[in-house]
């Protein structure tokens, strides 16, 4: 399939530990964001890239959080040092972005994180 | 207040029943309109784009009130697997980091 696709779907890992979170979008679509959303929650804004500039990182929780897109593709969000209230599911999403609005956003699977 | 606000629910319906959800959002310049459902540990998949003339989808209608800043979900004939969280989401301008998401509202069609 040609989908929005995230890698890994789990991951667990010990407290302090570094991770790293991959999105690869669906091919052509320029816009690329971050969500995170913990259980029964409503959806988190991270960031969102245009291209492989990011004109809106104000959703990063704190700087143990960033996030790069290179050749306007794949992106990846990596957090640092991790803490137990970084366990969420951290969604990726892409969409064409003319400058028009009106193209909706494609979601991958998620990776589900749990901080031990 | 939020920028994009939803019915609370949850909606318990029976199958075959049409419900109604609403939504408002506070920016009176936003462009694009959608709404998006969410089954219970999956991603939110696109349901519809709104039109401003409104557009109907199968059992699926939505409408966009501009003047009111309102945006409505009817399902008819509610089937069983149309229970999910529906999420209305606005984007203010021209460009993608101007998506809002509602909280949503959660829908179960009861037997």
Same mark, same amino acid.
């Given at each position: 399939g ?6 890994p779907?789990?991951k ?5 530990k570094?991770v ?10 320029? &816009?690329l !964001?971050?969500?995170?959303? @913990? +259980?029964g929650? *409503? ?7 245009? /291209? ?9 929780p704190?700087?143990?959080?960033s996030a ?17 209230e970084?366990? &969420?599911? !951290?969604?990726?999403?892409? @969409? +064409?972005?003319r *400058?028009?609005?009106n193209?909706?956003?494609?979601? /991958?699977?998620?990776t ?5 | 207040r ?7 629910g ?13 939504c ?6 936003s462009?694009?309109?959608?709404w ?7 991603e939110?998949k ?19 009130n501009r003047a ?29 980091q101007?998506?809002v998401?509602?909280?949503g509202?959660r829908l179960?069609v009861?037997?």
């Open positions: 040609a989908g929005v696709s995230q890698s779907s789990n667990v890992t010990e407290k302090g570094d790293e979170l991959r999105c690869d979008p669906i091919s052509g679509h320029t &816009a !964001y971050w969500y995170r959303q @913990s +259980l929650q *409503g959806l988190e804004f991270l960031i969102y890239f245009q /291209g492989n500039s990011a004109p809106d990182k104000s959703g990063l704190s700087d143990r959080f790069e897109r290179t050749g306007g593709s794949v992106s990846t969000l990596t957090i640092q040092r991790t803490q137990q970084d366990s &969420a599911v !951290y969604l990726c999403a892409s @969409s +064409l972005d *400058g028009e609005g193209q909706p956003q494609h979601f /991958g699977d998620g589900r994180l749990s901080i031990l | 939020k920028e994009v606000e939803q019915d609370p949850p909606f318990n319906v029976p199958e075959g029943a049409t419900v109604a959800f609403n408002t959002y506070s920016n009176s310049a462009q694009s309109f959608f998006y459902r969410q089954d219970c540990r999956k939110p696109l349901l519809m784009s709104v039109y401003s003339s409104g557009n109907e989808d199968g059992r699926f209608t939505a409408q966009l009111s800043q309102y945006i409505s979900l009817l399902i008819r004939d509610s089937k069983l697997s149309d229970s999910a969280t529906y999420l209305c989401v606005v984007n203010k301008g021209n460009y993608g101007n998506f998401f509602g909280p509202t179960s009861l037997p």
